[in-house]
């Protein structure tokens, strides 16, 4: 559960264009084990994993994913409403994808929400900004 809330960290973004722009970039999980960096896919949001610790390896092999690093965690993220995006999470340790959502807090803090089925059994994980 760890790696859904990052990974829907990572897909930030608000209404405006500026604001937008601002999602974009690399994001660190609380626990600093993974970092994405969210980038435009088309008219969308992915988010690839960029570095992640040496346990994060280990709990995405064990859920069958070899490579980490360059894994699409992201997929089909599209504006909800300004600040808010909602798309399609990958998980790793468990090798399932679901639904999940990025509100935008503030220039450095995104909230990451992911949910099993039907909005129910949903976590969440406050995410950081990597500063360049």
């Known amino acids: 559960m760890?790696?859904?809330a990052l990974s829907l960290a990572v897909l930030a973004a608000a209404?405006?264009?500026?604001?937008r722009d601002q999602s974009f970039g690399v994001w660190r999980n609380p626990s600093n084990s993974v970092h994405v960096?969210?980038?435009?896919c088309g008219e969308r949001m992915c988010g690839v994993v960029v570095w992640a610790s040496?346990?994060?390896?280990?709990?995405?092999?064990?859920?069958?994913t070899t490579q980490l690093i360059g894994a699409r965690l992201f997929r089909d993220f599209r504006q909800e409403k300004p600040g808010v995006w909602r798309?399609?999470?990958?998980?790793p340790d468990i090798n399932k994808t679901f639904s999940g959502t990025v509100s935008?807090?503030?220039p450095n803090r995104?909230?990451?929400?992911?949910?099993l089925v039907g909005r129910i059994g949903c976590k969440s994980q406050?995410?950081?900004r990597i500063q360049p």
Not at 37 to 40: G, K, L
Not at 54 to 64: S, T
Not at 87 to 91: L, S, Y
């Open 54 to 64: 040496d346990k994060a390896k280990a709990d995405a092999a064990r859920g069958g």
């Open 110 to 115: 995104i909230e990451g929400k992911g949910c």
């Open 126 to 128: 406050i995410w950081t």
């Open 15 to 19: 209404g405006s264009a500026e604001a």
């Open 87 to 91: 798309g399609r999470v990958f998980v």
């Open 104 to 106: 935008v807090l503030d």
């Open 37 to 40: 960096r969210a980038e435009p």
């Open 2 to 4: 760890r790696i859904i």
